[in-house]
């Protein structure tokens, strides 16, 4: 069965300073990997994907995401954190044979401070 | 590309009571899928259509969850005899799948419900 760990509950930056938000995941097969963003009272934003192509995948806002198979890591980064990027983060895995149905981690709340 | 829709956006009720969600897809997508999330958790999938016909049911859809999608179009969630244990966020996502792995899934805004 495949999964995903959030490693950390909650991440606190500065503003201007690298953001780190650490997944893990768990799957028997090639799967696709997912970040969404989930600001407060609104929906879910898909950030960027991971469909076994480059394994280094650029998102909106500045984000990126790097797969490495060998650790079974797919870690979100910024380079440089903004006030409006505190939110709830969540890695999400997917198998295509499996209908599309997303599994989510348990979600990294980032705050950023002035 | 007017998004994903649901309504309610929020809805209070008794316990005991039956709800009514309703999900509005994007016009051209094929897959339509629930999903539920409690406070402090990631969105945990509950159910998916491909057109009108439901293919997965998850283990958490109890009994008194039946969802619907008529003519392949909008879905409806509804949860009989509610329990208060049922309060949570209920989400809806909807996708054009094309052979390809890896599909991107639009959320909507979600129901949010509160069981007294």
């Known amino acids: 069965a495949q999964s995903v760990t959030q490693l950390d509950s909650h991440v606190s930056v500065s503003e201007g300073t690298p953001v780190l938000l650490r997944c893990n995941y768990s799957?028997?097969?090639?799967?696709?990997l997912f970040w969404y963003v989930q600001h407060p009272n609104k929906g879910l934003q898909l950030l960027l994907k991971?469909?076994?192509?480059?394994?280094l995948v650029k998102g909106i806002n500045g984000f990126e995401a790097e797969f490495k198979k060998s650790e079974t890591s797919f870690h979100l980064t910024k380079p440089s954190a903004h006030m409006s990027d505190a939110a709830e983060y969540f890695c999400?895995?997917?198998?295509?044979?499996?209908?599309?149905?997303?599994?989510f981690g348990q979600g990294t709340e980032l705050s950023v401070k002035p | 590309d007017t998004g994903v829709s649901q309504d309610p956006r929020h809805k209070i009720t008794k316990r005991g009571q039956n709800v009514t969600f309703r999900c509005d897809p994007i016009?051209?997508?094929?897959?339509l899928y629930w999903y539920r999330q409690t406070l402090g958790q990631g969105p945990e999938f509950l159910t998916y259509?491909?057109?009108?016909?439901?293919?997965?049911k998850s283990r958490l859809l109890s009994d008194r969850f039946s969802a619907e999608r008529p003519k392949g179009s909008f879905s409806t969630l509804e949860i009989q005899r509610t329990e208060q244990g049922d309060s949570a966020m209920y989400l809806c996502?909807?996708?054009?799948?094309?052979?390809?792995?890896?599909?991107?899934?639009?959320f909507g805004p979600g129901t949010r419900l509160l069981v007294l």
């Open positions: 999400v895995v997917t198998l295509y044979n499996q209908g599309g149905k997303l599994i």
């Open positions: 991971y469909t076994s192509a480059a394994t």
């Open positions: 016009s051209e997508h094929n897959r």
């Open positions: 259509f491909q057109n009108e016909a439901q293919l997965e």
């Open positions: 996502a909807s996708s054009l799948t094309s052979g390809i792995q890896g599909e991107t899934q639009y």
């Open positions: 799957s028997s097969y090639s799967p696709s």
